[in-house]
Each structure stands twice: as structure tokens, then as C-alpha cells.
């Protein structure tokens, strides 16, 4: 219908604005002073060191090994367009969790993320946030699908494996991210009855 395609209209003029981002010569504070620094200092060491001079270099880091790797290959550029990638998983995983509650909820709740100029912003930058939202939205989504069918007959226990595994890459891209899990915990040892997942879930994204 006619709102569908005003929708994928207003989605590609938005992820192209980003895109082109991608491209500027600004790579964002943090980059400079973290997420693409201690890559490059690991790569002129030939290894993973420790400096006095930032506490930073003892945070986790698996965003940043992909860093590492794109500073090898090519330069920052790369970086940045892994972490624009992240932010496109990121929209198609919330489409995914939309979907879950209703059609309207799969159009817009990546829609509306996208037209945030914070999320615009963070697409033109190698930074790590990206990478754990999209963590974060995937274990959402495995949880949903185990809270929808709890009151089946059998339970997908594979659900909650997807989620530890998700919740696992949080904890590995930033020290924030150990409190996905605490949280997807208690979802799972709330009371069907006394926690109206899906109305909630309903809520936050429409």
C-alpha cells in the first residue's frame, strides 16, 4: 500500500544521507582516543599490549579486533564501514523483532531508529555501539520467540541458547553489555502470568 511505500522511501533516503558519512573525514572522538587507537598501537606492536597512559586499553574488545583487521587491510574507512554494517543488522534484526508483535511495528521501529541523528551519526563513526545493539537486539528476538512459546507443549530450549550466545557477544564488545544478560535472565524466571511480555514488547515499539 501507499504507507509501505512512503515507508521504504523515506528508509532509503535516510540509510543514503548515512552512507555518505561513511566518507567524511571525521571519525568520531572516541575512535581517535580508543576504539581505532589501541588497533593501531596493537599492530605496531605485533600484539595486544597495556599502556599507563589510558585506562581504556584494559576495556574488552572484540569490536576492535575488527578493527585490527580492517586497519591492516586497508585503513579506518574499513572500520567505519564495518561499524555502518553493524547499524544495518542492527535495523533488519529490529525489523525482525517487530514482526513478532505486528507488521506496523516491523515497518516503523527500524524507521524511526533510523531517523534518529544519533544513530545517523554513529553510522559515519568506528565506535563499538552498533555492534552491541545489534548483540542486543538478537538476543531479544531469541527470548521473545521463547516467551511466545513457553505455553506450548515444548519449549524451544535452542532459544535460550541463541540468547546466551548473544548475551555472550555483549559482555565481549563492552563491559555495559553483561547487563543484557541479567536482564534476559530475569524475563525467563518471571511468571508467565505476571509479566505481559508481548503487550510491553507492543509498547516500546509502536
Known amino acids: 500500500d501507499h504507507t509501505v511505500n512512503w515507508?521504504?522511501?523515506?528508509?532509503?533516503?535516510?540509510?543514503?544521507n548515512a552512507f555518505v558519512r561513511v566518507f567524511d573525514d571525521d571519525l568520531g572522538w572516541d575512535a581517535l582516543t580508543y576504539h581505532l587507537a589501541f588497533p593501531e598501537l596493537y599492530l605496531f606492536e605485533n600484539g595486544i599490549v597495556m599502556?599507563?597512559?589510558s585506562h581504556?586499553?584494559?576495556y574488552i574488545a572484540a569490536t576492535e579486533m575488527l578493527y585490527l583487521l580492517a586497519l591492516y587491510l586497508e585503513g579506518p574507512k574499513l572500520a567505519v564501514l564495518i561499524h555502518f554494517e553493524f547499524g544495518l543488522l542492527t535495523l533488519v534484526a529490529l525489523w525482525k523483532l517487530g514482526a513478532i508483535v505486528s507488521?506496523?511495528?516491523?515497518?516503523l521501529a527500524p524507521l524511526f531508529l533510523l531517523a534518529d541523528p544519533l544513530f545517523?551519526?554513529?553510522?559515519?563513526?568506528a565506535y563499538s555501539d552498533l555492534s552491541l545493539g545489534f548483540y542486543f537486539?538478537?538476543?531479544a528476538i531469541a527470548i521473545s520467540s521463547f516467551l511466545e512459546g513457553r505455553g506450548a507443549a515444548e519449549v524451544r530450549r535452542s532459544d535460550l541458547l541463541y540468547a546466551g550466545?548473544?548475551?555472550g557477544l555483549c559482555c565481549a564488545t563492552r563491559y555495559l553489555g553483561a547487563s543484557v544478560g541479567f536482564a534476559m535472565v530475569v524475563l525467563v524466571c518471571l511468571p508467565p502470568r505476571r509479566f505481559l511480555w508481548r503487550d510491553n514488547l507492543k509498547t516500546c515499539l509502536t
Open 165 to 167: 550466545i548473544a548475551c
Open 120 to 125: 545517523q551519526t554513529e553510522l559515519g563513526w
Open 56 to 58: 581504556l586499553s584494559g
Open 7 to 16: 515507508a521504504w522511501i523515506a528508509f532509503a533516503i535516510l540509510l543514503a
Open 137 to 139: 537486539t538478537l538476543a
Open 103 to 107: 507488521r506496523r511495528a516491523a515497518i
Open 51 to 53: 599502556t599507563p597512559f
